[in-house]
């Protein structure tokens, strides 16, 4: 398979479905899992299947299959780390607005980039849930700005001081919010614990700027991708085949 899952797949409960046995299912996920660790253009098909690991279906056994025969085709690619030592971090964060077919929850997808080396990576279902994309990309920007804070703080033990570290997103009303200190109507539905990523625009500490859609690499970690934009943005996270 040239893609671990198809941007035609609809994962639910599937209540009409034929169960399986969960523990030769969870064994198959746990792998996969495992995985991810080194495996990031895999990370959002092996997590929407582990939604369902309580009790999978034959149809969530398919889109488990899949991503195992595209590991299989893809063996040879692998993480690239360069040599270097400038230290500069930018940010990528998106979200899948309520893509999540079950309760229509979005999925916030973030990537950290140290120079041109991918540091850090990771998504998560969104816990409440998002009416607009404005709203859903606000909250992946906020676990970037968390990120990032983190990153600033740890890399003071080592001498390095970063004053402003950018958060690329890709919505033009997250960028608006995040410099506009003034409420409208769009945001009385952010939770509060969100606005801290204004408050650290404003002091400094992070930047949010824009990114075309196409080349938002978080894009790969929050829904699955057509063959072309899905391998552009598997080789921005620098992926490539290994050289001996």
Request: one cysteine or more; glycine letters at 6%.
């Amino acid at each position: 398979m040239k893609t671990p899952m198809s941007t035609k797949i609809k994962l639910t409960r599937d209540e009409e479905g034929e169960s399986l046995d969960n523990t030769k299912y969870r064994g198959m996920i746990g792998s996969l899992l495992y995985l991810t660790a080194s495996r990031p253009d895999i990370l959002f098909s092996v997590f929407l299947c582990a939604r369902f690991k309580e009790d999978p279906k034959t149809s969530h056994l398919e889109a488990v299959k899949r991503i195992f025969r595209y590991v299989k085709g893809t063996t040879h690619l692998g993480l690239w780390y360069p040599k270097g030592s400038d230290i500069e971090i930018i940010m990528y964060s998106d979200s899948d607005h309520a893509r999540d077919y079950v309760d229509r929850k979005s999925t916030s997808g973030v990537c950290t980039f140290m120079r041109c080396c991918l540091a850090s990576w990771f998504l998560k279902k969104q816990t409440a849930l998002a009416i607009s994309t404005t709203e859903s990309e606000y909250v992946s920007a906020g676990k970037a700005c968390q990120q990032a804070l983190w990153m600033k703080q740890d890399l003071v033990d080592y001498g390095v001081r970063l004053d402003d570290i950018p958060i690329m997103c890709d919505n033009k009303g997250v960028i608006d919010l995040s410099k506009n200190p003034v409420q409208h109507s769009r945001t009385k539905h952010i939770e509060i614990c969100h606005h801290f990523l204004r408050d650290n625009v404003q002091k400094g500490n992070i930047s949010i700027e824009k990114v075309s859609s196409e080349d938002n690499i978080a894009d790969i970690l929050t829904k699955p991708l057509k063959r072309e934009p899905f391998n552009y943005l598997r080789l921005g996270l620098g992926m490539m085949e290994q050289i001996d």
